[in-house]
C-alpha cells in the first residue's frame, strides 16, 4: 500500500535527526514495518542538533520550544540579501544571477502524503538532451583518480549508541530493514571499521555498501550534481538488495 510509504527527508540529514525520528514513532506507538534508512560518512559523523534553518530539526522530535523553532526561520527570513532577491523576483519574474548565491533555482516536485521529493524538470532535460552539456560536465571533473580514499573512521561511543537504539525498535517491530551506504561521486570509501560495525549492529545480510568505486559512481549521467543521484541509481540498488528475495 503506497499510501502507508513515508520518506523522513532532511536537508543534510544527520544520524541525530534519524535517531530522533525513530524515537518520535516509538513514543506515538506507530510501527515500522518496511525501512531503508540511506546514510554515508558526513550523516554519520552528525549526533547533535544542527544550527540553521535548514537542518534545524522540528520542535516535536529535539523538545525544543516551538518559539524558538519558528524565530531561527524568522530570522533567516529577515536576511537583506534574501528579502532583496525574493521581492525583485515577485515583482519582475525574473531569475538574474545574484540571486544564485542567495535562492534555490531548482524546481522541486513535492508529493505531500509521501513527503517525496522529485526533480522532473531535471529529468526531462536530461531525456531531451540538454541537461549534460560542456558547463554541467565540468563540474563533474575528478582530481587523482588513481588514488583510493576512505573516510576516516567516524562511529565512536555516540554512534553506537544512536544505532543499537535504532536496531531495538526495528526488532520490536519485527521490521525489514535494509541499510545502504550511498554510492557518492567522489567515490570515497566509508571507512573498512565503520561497515563493520554497521554490519555488526544491523546484521551482514542487511548493510549495502555503495561506497566508493563501482558501476554508479563511475558514470556522471548518473547524477544531478556531485551530491545527488538519479532515481536509476535508487532502482539499481533496489534490484541488487531484493532480487535474491
Not at 34 to 55: F, M, P, R, W
Not at 66 to 84: E, G, I, P, T, V
Not at 190 to 195: C, G, I, K, S
Request: a positive charge.
Amino acid at each position: 500500500d503506497t499510501t502507508k510509504i513515508f520518506h523522513f527527508d532532511a536537508s543534510a540529514e544527520s544520524l541525530y535527526g534519524i535517531h530522533q525520528k525513530f524515537l518520535f514513532l516509538k513514543k506515538r506507538n506507530v510501527p515500522v514495518k518496511n525501512c531503508l534508512i540511506i546514510l554515508d560518512y558526513a550523516l554519520l559523523s552528525k549526533t547533535e542538533n544542527q544550527e540553521g534553518h535548514i537542518v534545524r530539526k522540528h520542535y516535536l522530535l529535539t523538545g525544543e520550544s516551538k518559539f524558538d523553532f519558528q524565530f531561527l526561520f524568522f530570522k533567516a527570513y529577515l536576511d537583506r540579501n534574501f528579502l532583496r532577491a525574493y521581492y525583485d523576483l515577485k515583482i519582475t519574474h525574473h531569475f538574474k544571477p545574484y540571486m544564485q548565491k542567495v535562492m534555490l533555482r531548482k524546481t522541486f516536485d513535492y508529493e505531500p502524503v509521501t513527503n517525496e521529493l522529485q526533480l522532473k524538470s531535471d529529468e526531462a532535460a536530461i531525456g531531451n538532451g540538454t541537461f549534460y552539456n560542456k558547463k554541467k560536465i565540468n563540474t563533474f571533473a575528478r582530481k587523482d583518480t588513481l588514488t583510493t580514499k576512505i573516510s576516516p573512521p567516524v562511529i565512536d561511543s555516540m554512534q553506537w549508541s544512536f544505532l543499537n537504539d535504532i536496531k531495538s525498535i526495528l526488532v520490536e517491530d519485527a521490521a525489514d530493514y535494509k541499510i545502504i551506504i550511498s554510492p557518492l561521486y567522489h567515490q570515497k570509501y566509508l571507512n573498512p571499521a565503520d561497515v563493520k560495525k554497521l554490519k555488526d549492529i544491523f546484521g551482514p545480510e542487511n548493510v549495502f555498501d555503495f561506497s566508493g568505486k563501482n558501476k554508479f559512481t563511475d558514470d556522471y549521467r548518473n547524477y544531478y550534481d556531485i551530491i545527488h543521484y538519479r532515481p536509476t541509481v535508487t532502482r539499481g540498488i533496489l534490484k541488487m538488495i531484493y532480487q535474491k528475495q
